[in-house]
């Protein structure tokens, strides 16, 4: 159970201190929530484990509750673990307060047409960070033979059958990718994606599937023309697994941001293998050390010499293996402790420099013009209370408080809650003077 549960809706934290000591990274939200809909194409019992304790994936399977699945979490020290039975799912409509709650409920769309064929489902929420269309989804799904009508803000989506096509999609959207996977697992003949996208969650959704019985080739996704081929089989011969949810990677690198910010060492246990190799390279490009374990699965970052951290000239985000736009908050907050200027460019997402004004307020020097930042880093900054307005853009004020001087007060903090299981905790752990409150 999160402390977001308990109405606690804000963090404080006395800052200038640095961090040290060692954490284990939580799982993936952004893998465990597609997989948590691709349940649905399962007409058995599948077991996940090491989910997230977080508010999106409860939001989730209080979804797949709604349509008839049962879902059972268990808490363990290693993540919970959840069991969903999807024998009984019946109902089509989705309920609005869950849908509207979570932007990756529009996964839900792929997964309920390939199991019942028919989706009835409003219009997606979630963070506040731009233009969020669902063109490619409904684009992808109509290629697949679904209809679709608008209606109002809802939308009703029926397959008699759907039928392999190729699609083409004009840019790597992630959630698109999974939707049309999602549907494709079940439909008659084969499906090619082209320009699919080629994030660690796609793959993961793709092992899941292919554990079940599905027939994904997923190898050409890391080709430049990112493809993804789907022969689709019959829904009976999906059958029931357990999957292990792979570790964080957001998480991961926002806690690297925060000890590149804050200054000190710390390792990180169980990272996603692999997945780090961008954010590494731009730590260590501003000047902390990075060292890896044998295998791969540990990570330690040293930043004690203060004046080795240095600000480079510029950075843009990008889909992945570039550098991932959901750490581009974290990163402005650690570009403001480290001397000389930084040039962020936004290239995923509209509208994803909300937090710049509350670092500003804080007495960070940072302008916007559109989809670019600029951070003049070095100056001091100071506790204030400031308002978390959407996930990464909440952690990345916890970051700026760790660093200023006083208290900082990061209010609305419950948008942290969806993604980050123990902020509060982990970042106690490594020796921040933290909790929640005010
Ligand atoms: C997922 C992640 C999110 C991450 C993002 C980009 C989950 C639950 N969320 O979000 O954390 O920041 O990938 O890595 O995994 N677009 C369209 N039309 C569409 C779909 C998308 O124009 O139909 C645009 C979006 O407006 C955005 C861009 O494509 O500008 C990227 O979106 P997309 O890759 O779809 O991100 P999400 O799946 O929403």
Redesign the pocket.
Same mark, same amino acid.
């Given at each position: 159970m999160t402390h977001f549960d308990k109405g606690s809706e804000s963090i404080w934290i006395e800052g200038k201190r640095s961090l040290s000591g060692r954490i284990p990274i939580q799982g993936s939200?952004?893998a465990a #929530? /597609?997989i948590l809909a691709a349940c649905m194409l399962i007409p058995g019992k599948c077991v996940l484990n090491g989910c997230p304790d977080i508010t999106d994936i409860k939001c989730m399977c209080s979804l797949l509750k709604s349509t008839g699945a049962e879902v059972d979490i268990n808490s363990a020290k290693a993540g919970n673990q959840i069991t969903i039975d999807t024998r009984n799912v019946r109902e089509h409509r989705l309920p609005e307060k869950y849908v509207s709650a979570m932007?990756?409920s529009v996964v839900m769309m792929g997964a309920m047409l390939g199991r019942l064929g028919e989706v009835y489902v409003n219009y997606p929420g979630g963070c506040v960070i !731009?233009?969020? /269309?669902?063109? #490619?989804?409904l684009y992808g799904l109509e290629k697949l033979g679904a209809q679709i009508w608008i209606e109002g803000n809802h939308i009703h989506a029926y397959a008699d059958e759907l039928k392999g096509a190729v699609i083409d999609l004009p @840019?790597?959207? $992630? !959630? =698109?990718t999974?939707n049309i996977i999602l549907a494709a697992v079940t439909a008659q003949g084969t499906t090619i994606i082209k320009n699919a =996208?080629r994030?660690p969650?796609i793959i993961e959704l793709c092992k899941f599937l292919n554990k079940a019985g599905a027939k994904i080739d997923y190898a050409g996704a890391f080709l430049p023309e990112g493809r993804i081929v789907i022969h689709g089989i019959e829904l009976s011969r999906l059958h029931e697994v357990s999957y292990e949810i792979i570790t964080d990677r957001i998480v991961a690198g926002t806690y690297l941001f925060a000890t590149l910010a804050a200054g000190g060492e710390v390792t990180l246990e169980n990272i996603p293998i692999g997945q780090l190799d961008s954010i590494c390279d731009i730590i260590t490009r501003m000047g902390a050390m990075i060292a890896l374990n044998e295998d791969g699965s540990e990570v330690t970052i040293y930043a004690n010499e203060r004046e080795k951290i240095i600000n480079i000239p510029y950075i843009e985000t990008q $889909?992945?293996p570039a550098f /991932?736009?959901?750490l581009q908050s974290p990163l402005l907050a650690a570009a403001c402790m480290a001397k000389g200027q930084l040039k962020v460019q936004e290239k995923? @997402?509209?509208s994803r420099f909300r937090i710049v004004e509350e670092l500003r307020r804080m007495g960070a020097d940072v302008t916007v013009e559109k989809d670019l930042a600029v951070v003049t880093g070095g100056r001091e900054l100071e506790g204030r209370t400031v308002i978390a307005r959407e996930l990464r853009g909440g952690a990345a004020l916890v970051i700026a408080g760790l660093c200023a001087s006083g208290i900082t007060t990061v209010a609305d903090a419950g948008y942290i809650g969806r993604g980050y299981q123990n902020i509060v905790e982990d970042l106690t752990k490594l020796g921040a003077r933290i909790r929640y409150g005010n």
């Open positions: 939200k952004n #929530l /597609p932007r990756s !731009g233009e969020r /269309p669902i063109n #490619l989804h @840019f790597p959207s $992630v !959630g =698109a999974q =996208a994030e969650e $889909v992945y /991932p736009t959901d995923i @997402f509209t």
